[in-house]
């Protein structure tokens, strides 16, 4: 395992880092996804991402139980703040100074812990004044609840505006938590320089396009039983990568990968990777073998050319259009 810097901060994260979204506490039994967070650790992964929203809760509680025991001081543990929670109150959700502060509180009883290394707005808020947002999340820091700050989908003007209040509030704004793949790519034209000017880092989610960049969906076929397009939760985002024209020239990508001597999966990856403003990449998995498999992505590089052909295989068919990041 290699590790980089997140932004301009003296945290150091794993560039592949484990997330339990989809699966720990719903799709996966708990002793299956304790075996996929031992076998992250046996790789080298030491950053593990959740959220409180991610199972309605479960996916924490489950995390903060295969990390019992585990040295704190040797792993980033990242969690995430949003998304409605609980009963559906009225306060249960957004980034309202309540929901932020009882919610930090929730996730470190969950994730059996007294701080979270990093703590991210899981999107952006516009009925609450960002400067409520930005002061409670400081004094979350303040009070050793929360080390740095980040936030996930959040725009270029977003993240602008959120970092000019953490300056004035003096704390550690990091990360930027946003979809990204060969396929996704719309934080190129704007999220990335501003973040690059920011001092921002991205953590990546979804490298291999909830599965389609593995190559097991294939064009003019049935998606295979058990994978995340015949399942309710995740079948939804994966529906717009399954095209026939998608599928076809994920395909072509399989002479380039054994070029590389890396499975499509892991092409994938180290391809996230190259982007010299990711600091992370997040893996899933329901199998302790998939981590195994993907943590190869580590340290890889990949050369200008194959870069390029990467690129004119995928022509027609990538995603770039920044206004696609878009908070509810």
């Known amino acids: 395992m290699e590790f980089r810097r997140l932004g301009r901060s003296g945290l150091s994260v794993s560039e592949i880092s484990y997330g339990n979204w989809l699966t720990h506490g719903s799709q996966v039994e708990e002793e299956q996804a304790q075996a996929c967070v031992r076998a992250a650790l046996d790789a080298g992964i030491t950053t593990f991402d959740t959220a409180d929203v991610y199972a309605n809760t479960k996916a924490e509680a489950v995390l903060g139980r295969a990390l019992?025991?585990?040295?704190?001081?040797?792993?980033?543990?990242?969690?995430?703040v949003y998304w409605p929670t609980g009963p559906g109150g009225p306060n249960d959700r957004g980034l309202g100074r309540k929901h932020i502060m009882e919610s930090c509180n929730a996730s470190l009883r969950r994730l059996q812990t007294d701080y979270?290394?990093?703590y991210q707005a899981h999107r952006f808020d516009r009925t609450v004044p960002l400067e409520e947002t930005m002061s409670a999340f400081a004094d979350l820091v303040r009070q050793g609840k929360v080390l740095y700050?980040?936030?996930s989908e959040w725009t270029a003007e977003q993240i602008a505006r959120g970092a000019a209040l953490a300056r004035e509030l003096n704390i550690p704004f990091v990360s930027n938590q946003p979809q990204y793949s060969m396929l996704w790519r719309v934080i190129e034209s704007q999220v990335v320089?501003?973040?690059?000017?920011?001092?921002?880092?991205?953590?990546?989610?979804?490298?291999?396009?909830?599965?389609?960049?593995?190559?097991?969906?294939?064009p003019g076929a049935q998606p295979p039983a058990g994978s995340r397009a015949t399942d309710e939760s995740g079948g939804k985002m994966i529906a717009r990568w399954l095209r026939d024209d998608v599928l076809e020239k994920v395909q072509r990508l399989k002479p380039l990968a054994e070029q590389a001597g890396l499975s499509l999966a892991q092409l994938a990856v180290a391809w996230v990777l190259q982007n010299p403003n990711v600091a992370s990449a997040i893996i899933g998995a329901s199998r302790p073998e998939q981590v195994t498999e993907n943590v190869k992505a580590a340290g890889v590089k990949l050369d200008a050319d194959l870069m390029a052909e990467i690129d004119a295989v995928l022509e027609g068919v990538?995603?770039?259009?920044?206004?696609?990041?878009v908070s509810p």
């Open 318 to 325: 990538v995603e770039t259009n920044p206004a696609l990041t």
């Open 116 to 118: 979270v290394d990093l």
């Open 68 to 80: 019992a025991g585990q040295r704190r001081e040797s792993l980033e543990i990242f969690t995430k």
């Open 149 to 151: 700050v980040g936030v």
């Open 193 to 218: 320089p501003t973040s690059e000017r920011e001092g921002i880092s991205q953590i990546v989610w979804s490298p291999i396009a909830q599965g389609v960049l593995t190559g097991k969906y294939l």
